[in-house]
C-alpha cells in the first residue's frame, strides 16, 4: 500500500486547509485511517481517525475545528481543517491500517506535508 499526501500550505491563523490522502495497492476491507501531526520538537500526536464505517474520532484539540472524512470509492481520506492556530502548525501524516485496533500499532504511513499557520 503506497500513501500520496496533499493540501499543505501556509496559511494565516483562522484560515483553513483541506488535505487529502489517496491509497494505492490492496485495500483491506475494513480499513482505518489516520491523520497525525509532528511539530519541531515534538512527538507525533495522533489528529484524528476514521473508520470504515464512518466513526470518528479526533484529539481535544481539534475537536469542533477539524474534520476527518474518506472516500472508500477513491481509498481517500480527507481532513478539513478551519479556524486553524499557529499551534497547528506542523507536519501532517496520514496513516492507513487494516483495522482501527491496528492503525495505532501497524498499517502504511503517507510521506507527510508541511502545514504552516502564521501572519
Known amino acids: 500500500v503506497q500513501l500520496q499526501a496533499f493540501g499543505g500550505g501556509l496559511v494565516q491563523p483562522g484560515g483553513s486547509l483541506r488535505l487529502s490522502c489517496a491509497a494505492s495497492g490492496t485495500i483491506f476491507i475494513n480499513n482505518a485511517w489516520g491523520w497525525y501531526r509532528q511539530a519541531v520538537g515534538k512527538q507525533r500526536e495522533k489528529v484524528a481517525t476514521i473508520t470504515i464505517a464512518g466513526n470518528t474520532n479526533y484529539a481535544d484539540s481539534v475537536k469542533g475545528r477539524f474534520t476527518i472524512s474518506r472516500d472508500n470509492a477513491k481509498n481517500t481520506v480527507y481532513l478539513q481543517m478551519n479556524s486553524l492556530k499557529p499551534e497547528d502548525t506542523a507536519v501532517y501524516y496520514c496513516?492507513?491500517?487494516?483495522?482501527?485496533?491496528?492503525?495505532?500499532?501497524?498499517?502504511?504511513w503517507g510521506q507527510g506535508t508541511q502545514v504552516t499557520v502564521s501572519s
Open positions: 496513516k492507513q491500517g487494516r483495522t482501527l485496533a491496528l492503525l495505532s500499532v501497524a498499517g502504511y
